[in-house]
């Protein structure tokens, strides 16, 4: 993950392209009589972050990450910008959004959005500076309870890990069905294939089993991890029975493969929609992890 803007997560491997960083000061002009004018520094001007992401449906659902990012916008609201190493780079507000329509189904539907977005940063009152989300001071008992979870450090980072990694696999696995179901006419060529395939699914069940008990003891703080608990049995289910349905492929069962490959393929697909479906609340598990809060 790169970083969270609020509750928005930007993940490096799926949808970064480009951050672009302004920092400056601002300097008064002196006239002097027959010199060049001298500079005096007044103070520093407000930070100013540019990124570019994009969001495919591979990973995500683009239109709902880009009503996400409308939403923040014009709720003009000074954001949290935390990089995935935990580093607090301010609040900022959202002064632009560019957004570009790169791939979509014949309905309009976008496949593919590129975004570019512009952060300002937004100092507010200095009698009351905002403070960064780790220094929050008024907690509610859930939100005591979930920030020892987080000093604990374990179960909720490895539920977060798990379940990412977990994702990246589940992205692999669907290209790499993808890519075979296309040489279901040659058996031969696609049978080759299919271990990689099966080794992708493997790696999208595992963690999600291991992953549950733990999303389980992180409902009572975090009610929402009810929901990515029923996603991660869900998705470990199908991605186990589309496995069994690979490997039971040999080249004996030639005749078997297309029929096996178009089964696995809507599997894949349906895990992954399912998944994407509570890729919104992971983010927000994992804001609740990198901020701190």
């Keep these: 993950m790169l970083a969270i803007l609020g509750e928005i997560e930007v993940q490096l491997q799926t949808g970064f392209t480009a951050l672009e960083a302004i920092l400056g000061g601002e300097f008064a002009e002196q006239a002097r009589i027959g010199r060049k004018p001298g500079l005096q520094w007044v103070g520093d001007k407000c930070d100013e972050y540019s ?4 969001f495919h449906q591979q990973y995500c659902q683009p239109t709902a990450q880009w009503q996400r990012l409308q939403a923040a916008c014009r709720a003009h609201q000074a954001l949290a910008f935390v990089l995935g190493n935990g580093e607090y780079l301010g609040h900022f507000v959202i002064t632009t959004l560019t957004g570009r329509t790169v791939l979509a189904h014949a309905d309009g539907i976008a496949q593919c959005l590129e975004v570019d977005i512009s952060l300002r940063e937004f100092t507010g009152d200095l009698r ?10 008024t907690l509610n008992r859930k939100a005591a309870g979930l920030t ?11 539920a977060v890990g798990l379940a990412r990694q977990a994702q990246s696999a589940l992205a692999t696995a669907s290209q790499a069905i993808r890519v075979v179901r296309q040489m279901k006419t040659d058996p031969v060529a ?6 990689g395939v099966i080794t992708s699914l493997g ?21 929402a991890a009810s929901q990515l608990t029923r996603a991660a049995g869900k998705v470990a289910t199908t991605a186990s029975q589309a496995k069994n349905t690979l490997s039971a492929l040999t080249p004996g069962t030639g005749q078997a493969l297309p029929g096996a490959l178009d089964t696995v393929a809507g599997q894949v697909g349906g895990a992954l929609s399912t998944w994407n ?7 927000r598990l994992t804001s609740h992890l990198v901020t701190r809060r």
């Design 190 to 195: 696609a049978l080759t294939r299919l271990p």
């Design 203 to 223: 790696e999208v069940a595992t963690p999600l089993i291991q992953a549950q008990p733990l999303l389980a003891g992180l409902e009572a703080h975090f009610p």
């Design 128 to 137: 009351q500076p905002l403070k960064p989300p780790a220094m929050a001071t």
């Design 277 to 283: 479906d509570v890729t919104p609340l992971l983010s």
């Design 51 to 54: 990124l570019s992401v994009r």
């Design 148 to 158: 020892r979870a987080i000093a604990t450090g374990t179960p909720l980072s490895r």
